[in-house]
């Protein structure tokens, strides 16, 4: 007898909380895993909805007492059978339990406490505001200048947009309300569509929402890729529009650092409050609250991260994914879905239009553009007045030659003089991963580590030596803990010896500084982009933070440090990743009326990834690298599982691994199989660590090696004692 376990209720807590029922033998040949089946459930027997969830040949309670299924339903056009579906997708896709993809895709029921729902209003005359505006900016106001600033073309801003995304306190909102300027009020019930001030398309922007407009009703995947500045949100704004007009809900994917006042109010401004916004900070409560919400029509666009996708709309009709490049779009926990590709496959079960949006697109879609899966769409100009940067690359090798061992070469260290002189604002990126230099011994040449992962502990300011994946602490050792010399030091340029260098060169200039540490705090990033957009500062420092879709108007410079750390991480990724960051970055300067220019330092000026970027030629790094990728079998051109195995005795680690690529070995004998071997990360929080990588051609068949994998681990006949992992076509380094 075939016995499934069926959940009943999708959104509770508890998804282990299975019903067993009997399969009859008429059945059988129909019921698969997330099929919807109709049962009898509780004391009445009264017929209810489920999901299979598993199934199984042994019963957990006595046979009699299994009540069979009443039947296994068609798949409805209820938006459960569809989420569920995709949960399941996801699970044969990427790894991992229906549980866990169940959980990804659905959120839990859980209670939220009422909040009361205000808004600020204006409660002026235009032209007042507009003088109080004006003042307020003249005296540096900056926070009283923003929220008037945006009062005035808007007339009602949502009370957390106030507060939270435009850091204004409660004592700024209090002292405008006093002056007669605006009042708060309880946010009104009534529906209010946004008034969206019309932008005039250009050509181009109009050429492809054309396209994207025609496309809607039916299935398509749109790679439109506009160069930075060249307004390809003004293009997502005019399809969504229509996407509404049909009386369809649409999902916008941003990466969550781009989900900026600047971004949520040119949202709202336009679609008023159909539009919600999801972000990671939403409690559990929260985000059931807004997919009820979505699931009732009280909404219609929904913009966020990652987890927006799985907003449950009934007729989704558009799902645009910007930043489609973007790397936080894969899951880091599992199942490490990739949020682009999953989008792709919600837009095909769903009968809507997928727009990924990219300055510098993924190779994946990239690919996919030129085979024609895709349809291509191009912005080749900047929108409004601005013209695309110079760049310039500067061989650091010959500064060293010519004895200039600063960090900057003599063209950046000209350039950000004549900028300051000129008051305009200069950016400072610096091409690199985290954090401050690790500490290492100039008698011995050991680096201090960390007792429980496989990394060098990092210098801080505050004097102590900390380890990033563990948060292990000590304070800075006097002499080395190996030979014991006294002569041990920090290495390595990080942010912060960036700014102590600004500082001492450019004694005149004001410098901020966004880093991993400087934006720990709640809302530190935004914090800091607001403060130098407002003008309060000369120079920002940062690392790939600063160069994440954001636009300041004042930048005229960019400086690029290290143009080649990024090239250095020994991924098949890097010269992609290096090629992105670079444009850019480049793509920050001179986004409004004056010109930008970029200078980009580097010891590879050779290099095609970092010759492209200067050139902002896309097609011209692509050719270079997807010859590499297809000489290496590596994605796009072949497929790749990693199996991640961690545990604490790596002997029997790499023995059970051994096991899982000798049986697969054994039984799908075509897929090049490598290790186990240590991963580049040997040992992370007292846990060993071991991949096995699976190349193949074929996806399909790297499903079916992770399933055999996956049936061996269930049936205990491998990988005991150990954690295994899945990771499809991974986005970094293991
Ligand atoms: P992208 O998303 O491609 O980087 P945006 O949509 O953010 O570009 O547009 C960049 C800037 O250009 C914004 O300030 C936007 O208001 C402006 N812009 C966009 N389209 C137009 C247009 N057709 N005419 C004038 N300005 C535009
Ligand atoms: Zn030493
Ligand atoms: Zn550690």
């Excluded at 959104?11 to 919807?36: C, K, N, W």
């Excluded at 807004?290 to 666009?301: H, L």
């Excluded at 990092?458 to 380890?467: E, P, R, Y």
């Excluded at 992370?684 to 079916?704: C, E, F, G, H, Q």
Aim: with cysteine; glycine share 8%.
């Amino acid at each position: 007898m075939l016995y499934a376990d069926v959940i009943i209720d999708i959104s509770a807590a508890e998804l282990d909380r299975t019903f067993q029922y009997a399969v009859p033998e008429q059945m059988r040949t129909r019921v698969t895993i997330g099929a919807p089946v109709e049962i009898p459930f509780g004391k009445g027997n009264l017929a209810r909805k489920g999901y299979i969830v598993g199934l199984s040949e042994i019963p957990q309670i006595a046979p009699d007492k299994i009540k069979p299924i009443n039947g296994v339903c068609e798949r409805g056009l209820a938006i459960e059978d569809s989420m569920v579906e995709l949960a399941y997708w996801m699970k044969e896709n990427y790894g991992g339990t229906l549980n866990d993809a169940l959980h990804t895709v659905i959120p839990v029921k859980a209670a939220v406490e009422k909040k009361e729902k205000r808004e600020v209003a204006a409660s002026a005359e235009a032209g007042e505001l507009r003088k109080a505006y004006e003042e307020a900016a003249r005296k540096h106001f900056s926070a009283k200048a923003r929220l008037l600033g945006q009062l005035m073309e808007q007339p009602t801003i949502p009370y957390e947009v106030v507060s939270q995304k435009m850091h204004c306190t409660a004592a700024t909102v209090r002292s405008l309300e006093h002056a007669g300027l605006l009042t708060i009020q309880e946010r009104s019930r009534e529906f209010r569509m946004g008034d969206g001030h019309r932008m005039q398309l250009n050509a181009e922007q109009t050429e492809a929402s054309r396209q994207i407009i025609e496309a809607l009703g039916t299935h398509e995947t749109f790679l439109l890729f506009g160069i930075t500045g060249s307004g390809k949100t003004e293009v997502y704004l005019r399809a969504i529009e229509k996407v509404l007009e049909r009386g369809e809900q649409a999902i916008v994917l941003i990466p969550e650092i781009a989900l900026t006042y600047q971004t949520v109010m040119r949202f709202y401004r336009c679609f008023g409050d159909r539009v919600a916004f999801m972000h990671s900070r939403l409690s559990k409560g929260e985000r059931y609250q807004i997919s009820r919400r979505a699931q009732k029509g009280e909404i219609s666009v929904m913009i966020g991260p990652r987890s927006a996708l799985f907003t449950p709309f009934p007729k989704l009709g558009l799902i645009v994914v910007d930043e489609e490049h973007e790397n936080s779009y894969k899951s880091e926990g599992v199942p490490r879905y990739h949020a682009r590709e999953t989008a792709v496959k919600r837009g095909s079960m769903a009968q809507a239009v997928v727009v990924l949006g990219s300055a510098t697109p993924s190779m994946e879609s990239y690919e996919r553009a030129q085979s024609g899966e895709y349809r291509l769409l191009q912005l080749t100009e900047r929108a409004g007045a601005a013209g695309l940067p110079r760049a310039e690359i500067v061989d650091m090798r010959k500064e060293f030659a010519n004895r200039n061992r600063s960090v900057f070469s003599r063209v950046l260290r000209e350039k950000i003089e004549q900028r300051l002189a000129d008051k305009e604002q200069i950016m400072l990126f610096l091409n690199r991963r985290g954090y401050a230099g690790f500490v290492s011994c100039r008698s011995c040449g050991e680096a201090i580590m960390c007792p429980h992962c496989d990394v060098s502990l990092t210098s801080h300011k505050d004097g102590s030596l900390q380890c990033h994946y563990c948060g292990y602490r000590i304070a800075m050792p006097k002499t080395c803990p190996s030979c014991g010399s006294p002569y041990i030091g920090s290495f390595g340029t990080g942010t912060q010896r960036i700014e102590e260098l600004v500082e001492k060169e450019f004694p005149q200039a004001k410098v901020l500084r966004m880093d991993a540490d400087t934006t720990r705090a709640r809302d530190g990033y935004e914090k800091i982009l607001n403060a130098f957009n407002d003008k309060k500062a000369d120079i920002l420092i940062g690392t790939q933070m600063i160069v994440k879709g954001h636009d300041f108007g004042g930048v005229t410079l960019v400086g690029v440090l290290a143009a080649d750390m990024s090239l250095l991480e020994s991924d098949y990724r890097s010269a992609e990743r290096t090629f992105q960051l670079l444009a850019q970055a480049a793509g920050r300067a001179g986004r409004a009326e004056k010109p930008g220019e970029v200078i980009i330092q580097t010891y590879q000026p050779e290099h095609y990834a970092i010759q492209a970027a200067a050139r902002q030629d896309m097609p011209g790094f692509f050719a270079e690298e997807a010859a590499f990728r297809k000489l290496m079998k590596y994605p796009p051109a072949g497929n790749m599982l990693v199996v991640l195995g961690s545990g604490a005795d790596e002997m029997l680690l790499d023995a059970e691994l051994k096991k899982l690529a000798e049986d697969a070995k054994q039984l799908i004998p075509e897929p090049v199989y490598l290790g186990p071997s240590a991963a580049s990360l040997r040992k992370a929080n007292d846990l060993y660590r071991r991949v096995i990588y699976v190349k193949s051609p074929d996806y399909t068949v790297l499903i079916s090696v992770k399933n055999r994998m996956e049936q061996k681990i269930l049936a205990g006949e491998a990988g005991k004692g150990c954690r295994i992992q899945f990771d499809f076509n991974p986005m970094n380094f293991y």
